[in-house]
């Protein structure tokens, strides 16, 4: 059985989000999504975000039905050791990224390391994203 792993904020769901899940889970048998903890979030987007708390992101993604797991990642989550742990401990065979994820190389190594490999899943498309949604409504 294949495991693929997502990783992300997933606050506003919208197409590419959707689009992106679904060319995931054609990878492999069995997709789980890790979801980045509410205090990550407002240390990576800004302090108002996420604009969706995490247990409600976790119940969106799930509602889905497209993801076999959605997890909420671990709360110390910024070392490449807490990375690298996690990634042992859930094994999976692919991580599938967009084409404008962070720290590419990193992830491939540590996937090599496990035995597994990154796949890009998905073209990016800047015309779709929760930030872009949110200056939007601001203008």
């Known amino acids: 059985m294949t495991t693929v792993l997502v990783t992300g904020v997933f606050d506003l769901l919208h197409q590419e989000h959707l689009t992106f899940l679904k060319k995931a889970k054609q990878l492999g048998d069995r997709l789980v ?9 407002k240390r990576i987007k800004g302090e108002n975000r ?5 247990a409600l992101r976790q119940k969106n993604l799930e509602a889905l039905k497209i993801a076999d797991l959605v997890l909420i990642l671990p709360e110390k989550f910024d070392e490449l ?6 990634l042992q401990t859930v094994r999976p065979d692919i991580l599938a990224v967009s084409s404008h994820t962070a720290h590419l190389s990193i992830k491939q190594r540590l996937m090599q390391e496990i035995g597994g490999k ?3 899943a998905h073209q ?5 994203s929760t930030s872009k949604m949110l200056a939007e409504v601001k203008e």
């Open 33 to 41: 999504v890790g979801l980045e903890t509410d205090r990550r979030v």
């Open 50 to 54: 996420p604009i969706n708390q995490q």
């Open 81 to 86: 050791s807490d990375y690298r742990q996690f």
């Open 118 to 120: 990154v796949v890009v």
């Open 124 to 128: 990016y498309n800047p015309q779709f």
